[in-house]
């Protein structure tokens, strides 16, 4: 059975910092490239922050200089750590995993952890 279980969110003040966690169990972790999505109240889940499978990371731009995603591959982990966050940064963020080869894709969720910017 295959989870993806985020952690590390709450509320933060404008300008502070938090680092997300997405634990991740039954895949083969190293062979996945690892996504972080967020859905603010109202809009379409987005895209932040990518690192594939050998350690590519990409940003989108709102985040860019501010946001690291990394990956450890002995412990089936991915994080995203947020500095200097702002209030547009309040979502839930979500951890996805995805795989493609050889004709066929998977893709893993996580439930989400909120993250909350406000003073």
């Known amino acids: 059975q295959v989870q993806l279980v985020e952690s590390g969110g709450g509320l933060v003040q404008p300008g502070g910092s938090l680092r997300l966690s997405c634990k991740t169990s039954g895949i083969i972790f190293s062979i996945y490239h690892m996504n972080w999505y967020r859905q603010a109240p109202g809009k379409q889940r987005e895209l932040v922050a990518i690192?594939?499978?050998?350690?590519?990371?990409t940003y989108v731009e709102p985040v860019k200089g501010r946001f690291t995603i990394s990956r450890d591959n002995a412990k089936d982990t991915v994080y995203l750590q947020m500095t200097r966050l702002q209030p547009e940064d309040t979502a839930v963020y979500y951890c996805?995993?995805?795989?493609?080869?050889?004709?066929?894709?998977?893709?893993?969720w996580g439930q989400g952890t909120q993250v909350t910017v406000s003073s």
């Open positions: 690192i594939s499978a050998g350690g590519t990371t």
């Open positions: 996805n995993a995805d795989f493609s080869a050889l004709g066929r894709s998977y893709e893993y």
